[in-house]
């Protein structure tokens, strides 16, 4: 979770100046509300990939695609609920969940690449010595 977090972080405090310059005090909002819909909904996915990935690395990545559907889906939903309730402007709060959820979405998928290939099996041909399409150098 830390990788999405630290993507997260890092592209709304990088839009943060630019936000407020061409939107103001509504314009943050709109990110605040954008990051508290994005941020929950990503944790609840690496929570559940985390949990599955004691059942190994196929597991985890199944994991990871079938929370990545349901976590659109959340996001969506939310992201219409909040525009319902609290009216921050459309174009601001649907550009910042976009953002955060790509951001985030990449984090994910660098700590979940990460932990697969330190978990994953040493392939029989390695083991062997031989050398395959996947060993280049």
Same mark, same amino acid.
């Given at each position: 979770?830390?990788? @999405?977090? =630290? !993507?997260?972080? @890092? %592209?709304?405090?990088?839009? @943060? ?5 061409? #939107? ?9 509300? @954008? &990051? ?17 990935? $004691?059942?190994?690395?196929? /597991?985890?990545?199944?994991? !990871?695609?079938? $929370? ?5 889906? %959340?996001?969506?939903?939310?992201? #219409?609920? #909040?525009?319902? =309730?609290?009216?921050?402007?459309? #174009? ?6 976009? %953002? !955060?959820? %790509? &951001?985030?979405? $990449? ?7 990460? *932990? ?5 099996? *040493?392939?029989?041909? /390695?083991?062997?010595?031989? /050398?395959? /399409?996947?060993? *280049?150098?």
């Amino acid at each position: 979770m830390g990788w @999405a977090v =630290l !993507f997260g972080t @890092a %592209v709304g405090a990088a839009g @943060a100046y630019p936000t407020a310059l061409s #939107a103001g005090a509504a314009g943050l909002r709109a990110q605040g509300v @954008a &990051a508290g819909i994005v941020v929950p909904a990503m944790a609840g996915s690496v929570m559940v990939t985390v949990r599955c990935m $004691a059942g190994g690395p196929a /597991r985890a990545a199944c994991a !990871f695609v079938l $929370a990545g559907t349901l976590r659109v889906l %959340v996001v969506a939903a939310m992201t #219409a609920v #909040a525009w319902k =309730l609290m009216g921050p402007p459309p #174009a601001v709060m649907l550009l910042w969940v976009c %953002v !955060f959820y %790509v &951001a985030m979405l $990449a984090g994910e998928a660098v700590w979940l690449t990460r *932990a697969l290939k330190q978990t994953a099996p *040493a392939s029989p041909a /390695r083991a062997s010595g031989i /050398r395959g /399409r996947d060993d *280049a150098c």
